[in-house]
C-alpha cells in the first residue's frame, strides 16, 4: 500500500508545489512508483510537468465530482515511474460544491483508496486554504509534509493549521502525523535563514521531525516551471536538484527505520 503524503501549509509562496513536484520526480527516480496529485486550482503541479491546464477534460475535479473515477484520469509524466492527476480552475468550484455532499471529507480518501495499491507514494500538492479541499487531502492523508519558507512571520498561522490537523485527527478519526518540518528557501549563511531555522527548532522542540535537508533559494527551481519541466530534469547540477535529491533519500530512510 502506498504511503499518501500532503505537502501542506496554508501560507502561499512557501514552496508547496515545488517540492511536491521535485519530491515526487527524485522518488521516481529512486525506482519509486509515485503518483502526485495536483489538488490547487492554480494547477501549478500539472504546468509543473509542462501539462496544458486549459485543454483538460479529465481532472481531480472531474473526480471529486464524481464524473470519473481515479483510474481515469491519472496521466503518465516525462518521468519514468511518475503518474500526475491533473488539476485545473474548475476545481476552484468544489469547495461549494463538496459542502453540499455527505461525507464531503473523505471524498479524496475514497478516491486515493481505488488507486492506492498501485504506487509507493501519493503525494498531495495542497492549496494555500485551511477550506474543505484542505481537510479532503488531510483525511486521505497518511501524513504530512510541512514546508517552512525561511522569513520573518514563517510561523505565523502554523497554531491554526495544526489546530486542524488536530481537529480531523479527534471528531474524523484520521489523524496524519507529520512526517517532517522542511525548511525552503533556506540560507543557513544568512542570520535571517539561522534565526528562522532556530525558531523553528524551539516551537516544534523534540515533538516533531525536522528534515535534516534543508532546501535552499536557487534561482534554478523558480525557473523550472516555465519549462515545463521538474528542477531535477531542469539542471541536475543545480543545488535546488540536489536538495530535492537527498529529501528524497531522507524520507526513504526514515521509512527504511
Ligand atoms: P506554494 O505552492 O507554497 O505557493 P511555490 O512552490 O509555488 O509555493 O513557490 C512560490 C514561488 O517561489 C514560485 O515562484 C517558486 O518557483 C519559487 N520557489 C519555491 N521554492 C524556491 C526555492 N527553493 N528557491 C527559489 N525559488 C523558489
Ligand atoms: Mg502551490
Known amino acids: 500500500m502506498g504511503e499518501v503524503i500532503s505537502i501542506i501549509n496554508q501560507k502561499g509562496g512557501c514552496g508547496k508545489t515545488t517540492t511536491a513536484v521535485n519530491l515526487s520526480t527524485a522518488l521516481a527516480l529512486l525506482d519509486k512508483k509515485v503518483l502526485i496529485i495536483d489538488l490547487d486550482p492554480q494547477g501549478n503541479a500539472t504546468t509543473g510537468f509542462g501539462v496544458q491546464k486549459s485543454d483538460l477534460d479529465f481532472t481531480i475535479y472531474s473526480v471529486l465530482s464524481g464524473q470519473n473515477d481515479m483510474q481515469e484520469v491519472i496521466i503518465p509524466t516525462m518521468v519514468e515511474g511518475l503518474f ?13 460544491e463538496l459542502s453540499r455532499e455527505i461525507g464531503y471529507h473523505s471524498i479524496l480518501e475514497e478516491a486515493v483508496n481505488e488507486v492506492k495499491e498501485f504506487y509507493d507514494y501519493i503525494i498531495i500538492d495542497v492549496p494555500p486554504s485551511l477550506g474543505i479541499l484542505t481537510l479532503n487531502a488531510l483525511v486521505a ?5 510541512i514546508p517552512i519558507q525561511a522569513e520573518y512571520y514563517a510561523l505565523e498561522g502554523m497554531a491554526d493549521l495544526l489546530k486542524t490537523m488536530n481537529l480531523v485527527d479527534e471528531r474524523l478519526q484520521s489523524p496524519s502525523p507529520i512526517k517532517g518540518i522542511l525548511m525552503t528557501l533556506y540560507d543557513s549563511r544568512t542570520r535571517l535563514g ?6 523553528v527548532k524551539k ?3 523534540d515533538k516533531e521531525h525536522i528534515f535534516k535537508t534543508t532546501i535552499p533559494r536557487n534561482v534554478r527551481l523558480a525557473e523550472a516551471p516555465s519549462y515545463g519541466k521538474p528542477c531535477i530534469l531542469y539542471d541536475q547540477e543545480s543545488t535546488g536538484t540536489i536538495a530535492y535529491i537527498k529529501l528524497a533519500q531522507e524520507l526513504v530512510k526514515m521509512e527504511e527505520e
Open 84 to 96: 500526475l492527476v491533473p488539476c485545473n480552475i474548475s476545481l476552484s468550484g468544489a469547495e461549494v
Open 141 to 145: 492523508s497518511d501524513s504530512v509534509i
Open 194 to 199: 539561522r534565526d528562522v531555522h532556530t525558531e
Open 203 to 205: 516551537f516544534f522542540g
